[in-house]
């Protein structure tokens, strides 16, 4: 297949190497001094005991690189504003685009199932509605990363996860079609998991739940996952999470994910700072739209009432606002 990795930092290098090594014709959009490596000495994957050094075709151009038989988007929720302004040299008549994202994503409303609420107006995840124009749901699959990655030094990507490696993809109408079925098998066959879902947005909410729950924490207190194991932070995330599953529940998404599992004494929590802490810290936009204000907003027009989650909205906001790296207005 002919496949595009649109984002190939830490996550959608990773992809991008294992699609490459597997036999697909992969390029990559990236920028910068990672962008200059990966030309110069190819996109290098280090995992487990391997080295895959994969010599894909780059560019921060996409009308360089053609029209592809899939799109995989692995940008932030908060950069798919260069998506929706580049992609359209990559689209053929029926390439379709796997918005594989952290939080609530654009297209959401789409292909509800029946008897599901609708969803609340989404409308500040598409500014202008540039992604349905240049896009559309026609071309929109769904997807959910499960992996954890981080660029060494420009060209070279650590997957600290080799055995864990996962990408949900769905359409947005849930139906099973062969274009799921080919990229899941392409999926598979480069060593990335991509397990059967008949929900994606199951999917999409049981991700959601340890960023909009436990992830927001870390950002309010500017500290790694860790912190989530001491007494009262955990009472906090528990009490995040419980409201959280409701608001799922009331958009017909009723997960099994127990406080008391999710946040429960046989958790382990890695020392490692969540990516919305990151990004605020190094000064980049934050996905705090997708993450925090859609699940509020989804409690909000269900009706339900969500104390814990108001709060951390309302800090969340606040630091990101202060630091310029997010705009409620």
């Not at 699609?19 to 000495?41: K, T």
């Not at 059967?196 to 999409?204: G, M």
């Not at 049981?206 to 950002?219: D, E, P, Q, R, Y």
Request: proline share 6%; with cysteine; glycine share 10%.
């Amino acid at each position: 297949m002919r496949i595009c990795v649109y984002g190939a930092g830490a996550i959608g290098g990773n992809f991008a190497a294992r699609l490459s090594a597997a036999g697909n014709d992969v390029s990559v959009v990236a920028r910068g001094a990672h962008l200059e490596a990966i030309r110069s000495r190819g996109l290098t994957l280090l995992t487990g005991d391997r080295k895959i050094v994969a010599e894909v075709r780059a560019s921060d151009r996409p009308a360089d690189l053609g029209p592809q038989d899939v799109v995989i988007s692995t940008l932030k929720a908060s950069s798919l504003a260069d998506l929706a302004a580049n992609i359209t040299p990559l689209l053929g008549p029926g390439t379709p685009v796997v918005f594989a994202q952290n939080g609530i994503p654009w297209w959401y409303g789409q292909g509800l199932a029946k008897g599901r609420r609708a969803a609340p107006d989404l409308s500040r995840l598409d500014p202008g509605g540039a992604l349905a124009r240049t896009v559309g749901f026609d071309r929109t699959l769904g997807g959910v990363i499960t992996t954890s990655n981080h660029v060494v030094e420009p060209g070279v990507v650590h997957n600290i996860s080799p055995e864990r490696n996962v990408l949900w993809v769905g359409e947005a109408d849930d139906r099973q079609t062969p274009r799921i079925e080919q990229l899941r098998a392409a999926l598979v066959a480069a060593g990335i998991s991509s397990p059967a879902t008949t929900d994606i947005r199951y999917d999409i909410w049981h991700k959601l739940m340890a960023n909009l729950t436990g992830s927001t924490l870390c950002l309010i207190l500017g500290q790694p996952t860790t912190i989530q194991k001491t007494p009262m932070i955990n009472r906090l995330a528990r009490r995040a999470h419980a409201e959280a599953l409701a608001v799922a529940a009331a958009h017909g998404v009723v997960l099994d994910d127990a406080p008391e599992t999710r946040y429960g004494p046989k958790r382990v929590y890695p020392d490692h700072r969540p990516s919305i802490l990151q990004d605020y810290e190094l000064g980049r936009p934050m996905e705090v739209e997708a993450i925090v204000r859609a699940p509020v907003a989804f409690a909000r027009s269900a009706g339900v009432d969500t104390p814990t989650l108001d709060a951390i909205e309302s800090i969340c906001v606040s630091l990101a606002e202060a630091k310029g790296l997010y705009s409620s207005e």
